[in-house]
């Protein structure tokens, strides 16, 4: 959840107005389209559709992010091009109109160490964070500026039973955020590190 407070002077009165986006009585949202995908956009806690079941878990969801968690068994033939996640996302994306491009691990990695997930801010012990075995997915619009990103985490934790797996998938909306990513990742590097088109 973000704040914004704008300060504004009457007379000798000091006005102070917080603004809380998805605050209860009309949540607001950079991309409703891509929020809603997995959200349902009157009650921020709920996943929708094939989302709304035990696999899945939402963690956070705000004007600019939003960050689902998936239970994994094993990352062997594991194809994140391809899981519902993925799926939905590229989905959103086509029906706006847009593209969306796979880039290696590399481009995956830098997301993950540059931009909040909530994998890498919280670390318990007894775990492994890895960012370099999932690809980045990175919506453009027709004219070549980024509109959203995608990247993955994978905690691995040491438990009594064995190894337990998290994926987050960590979805990035706004301006804010594609202009960050655009100031971190040169052409040479997307050039360098691109896939294919999904």
């Known amino acids: ?69 998936q239970r994994l068994r094993s990352l062997d033939n594991y194809n994140s091009d391809d899981d519902l996640v993925a799926r939905k996302y590229v989905e959103t994306a086509k029906a706006r109109g847009n593209t969306v491009r796979a880039y290696k691990p590399a481009v995956n990695q830098l997301i993950a160490k540059k931009f909040y997930s909530p994998a890498t801010s919280t670390r318990m012990p007894n775990t492994r964070i890895v960012t370099k075995e999932d690809r980045a997915l990175i919506e453009f619009d027709k004219s070549g500026r980024v509109v959203s990103f995608m990247a993955r985490v994978v905690e691995v934790a040491r438990t009594t039973f064995g190894l337990a797996m998290q994926q987050y998938n960590s979805i990035y909306l706004g301006p804010q955020n594609a202009r960050a990513l655009e100031n971190i990742l040169d052409n040479r590097m997307l050039a360098d590190n691109f896939l294919r088109e999904l």
Request: net charge neutral; aromatic share 8%; proline share 1%.
């Open 1 to 69: 959840m973000q704040r914004a407070v704008k300060v504004r002077t009457v007379g000798m009165v000091v006005l102070v107005v917080a603004c809380w986006a998805g605050a209860a009585g009309g949540a607001s949202y950079l991309d409703p389209d891509m929020v809603g995908a997995f959200v349902d956009l009157t009650n921020r806690n709920k996943l929708v559709g094939d989302f709304a079941n035990t696999l899945f878990e939402l963690l956070r969801v705000d004007s600019n992010y939003i960050c689902v968690a």
